[in-house]
DNA sequence: GAACTATTTAAGTTAGTGCTTAAATACGCT
DNA sequence: AGCGTATTTAAGCACTAACTTAAATAGTTC
């Protein structure tokens, strides 16, 4: 997951990963809508790769690639757990909160009125 | 939002998140969970607070972080959208994909029982 | 096999990041 | 004011990461 993570904190990583969304695109397609060399895409392709957000497969010369909906699926999913925990625990605190307000509007009525 | 995911793919980082998700903590008693110095993570807590990911609170000497709400959310919104985006792209292209195939379908009918 | 094309790998440079130590700031207490 | 505590800021160091240039690999074509 840490690599998920790093690899799409990356601006350019992402909008390669936007590119082959949809599609398959060859290396050098990718790299030419970018004002970078070939090689520097090859290396960010690698860290797409290995972060399982992109599926690479040899076509003759060309590499090409596209999105894997795996890696993007697992990416989601963590992102997710991460908040349904939290979201949990702000819900249990609130209800705690509740219960406590009740308890100080009891005890003031019955000072009122005992 | 560059600042937001640069935050989150640092493990320290979410680990303090979470840490705050649901309750305050003082900056000292944060640190006291990590074996690393104050300083450090006085420094991963500026990079969570530029984020907008932790409010601060000062209390006397102290002060409390908390998750916020506000910039949680805008992350999630951006991932949702750029998964939308996504998704989107993919059922038009399944959809053209399906006409296509019709289409080759029809052909094919017609050359069977013109 | 030599030449050509597409791509990656290697090596080096530069900028950025996470950490430490040391100093600075901010607040409360007497 | 002066002292103690909580925290941040500054400076420096080691390590990582994004990029470049140059060389290596792999496949196609003649």
Redesign the interface.
């Known amino acids: 997951m ?1 690599a998920v ?2 690899a ?2 990356e ?1 350019r990583r ?1 909008e390669i990963l ?1 590119l082959v ?3 398959e695109l060859a290396a050098g397609e990718i790299a030419s809508r970018f004002d970078v060399t070939h090689a520097a895409i090859s290396q960010h392709l690698r860290v797409l790769r290995e972060a399982n957000l992109v599926r690479e497969r040899r076509d003759g010369n060309r590499r090409l690639y596209r ?1 894997a909906p795996e890696g ?1 699926g697992d990416l ?1 999913a963590f ?1 997710e757990s ?2 349904d925990a ?1 979201l949990q ?2 819900k249990v ?1 609130a209800e705690r909160d509740e219960r406590r307000k009740r308890a100080r509007n009891r005890a003031a009525n019955r000072r009122r009125r005992p």
Chains 1, 2 share one sequence.
């Open positions: 840490e993570l790093k799409i904190a601006p992402r936007r969304w949809d599609r999105a993007l989601k992102l991460y908040w939290g625990r702000l605190e």
